[in-house]
């Protein structure tokens, strides 16, 4: 392809994105997967710049262009090499007109940047969040060592996660046969912190609330060495279908996925209440926290989708307390940096809840914020995340 017909293809992909982004649709990689898989003509090589030009002009502007154009024309300003692919040509965009609308650069929509104020959050970290993110992989103890592993793949050692390697960014991990092999998973260093805060111990019985694909599961079921019982629940069956495969490679034995009704989550936990020794509640939730590696997530956040995850988020935290045993504990976990989401989702539960209290953090990343910890990708080079832990009496 030639220069002017990739451009005319980020155009395109960039006008997918933002639909989707617009109405609900699939996340930017998928739609670019889709979009690649209906381009066989695009070679490996038109992949990579086209696909570099569409996360460029999503990590440049904040709010959602009103067009893939717009972005791109945008983007062209200042960059002559990108501006002569304006040229009308075959495959090429039109010419760039001297009045085009153009997209405005930014780090997030104005209602962001003032919640991230509020959430003392100050733009250093919010431009962190759009830098691309590293690899990181946990180590599975279940069946390997760092040391062992780190010879093997190479990657970095994280001094403060006992079981990371930080890869390169875009490092591929599946065709690894330590990935085949279950002795690696993908995740992220300041998931596996969180996750591990949980405090699951060999021999417990261990509620994963908001189980997913069950990245978390599997750190857990290592922290207990696959002794005890985790139950992991989710009410996304697509999600949930994933972890028994994971955790089959993973040579984990000790969980059962419990596919929930949405608003009867209690009644299909029923026999675990005032059981659990650790619950632990990854709520869904906004990921703020994640945008190095999903950009285009801030194209979809609005107030009332923001509202909506906050009222989950404390049905969650209530129907994750009736669970917990006397003296048990309860981790709430968001990979977001809104305080709505994460310190007054905390500080709510604790004024509904009484005999609960806080217990302190002892983690060597992230500082403390309200009752919990937050981790940021500027402070501690994590996704960011807010943990608190909560003891019932
Ligand atoms: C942050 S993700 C969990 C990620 C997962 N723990 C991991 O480490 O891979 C939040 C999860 O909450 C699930 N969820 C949403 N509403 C829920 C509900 N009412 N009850 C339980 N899980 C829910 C979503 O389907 C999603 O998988």
Redesign the pocket.
Known sequence: MTPAARTQAAIDLLDAVIEAARSGGAAADTVAQRFFAARRYAGSKDRRAIRGLVYEAIRSFGERPASGRAAMVALARGRPELADCFDGSGYGPAPIQADEPEAEAALAPAWLIDAFATSELDTNELAALLERAPVDVRVNRLKADRAAVQAEIGGEPLAFATDALRLATDAPVEPLLAWREGRIEVQDAG?QIV?SLAGAEPGMRVV??????????LSLAAAMENRGWIVA????RA?LSRLPERAARAGVTVAETRL?D??R?AEGLADLHGRADVVLV????SATGTWRRNPEARWRLTPERLTRFAE?QSR?LDVAAELVRPGGALTYVV?SLLDAEGRDQVAAFLNRHLGWSVAPIEAAVGRPHGDGRRLTPAHDGTDGFFVARLVRA
């Open positions: 998931s996750g994963d609330l908001c189980a997913g694909g069950g990245g978390k599961t629940s989710d009410t996304d999600r929930l949405p608003k989550e990854d709520a869904p939730c989950v969650l990979c």
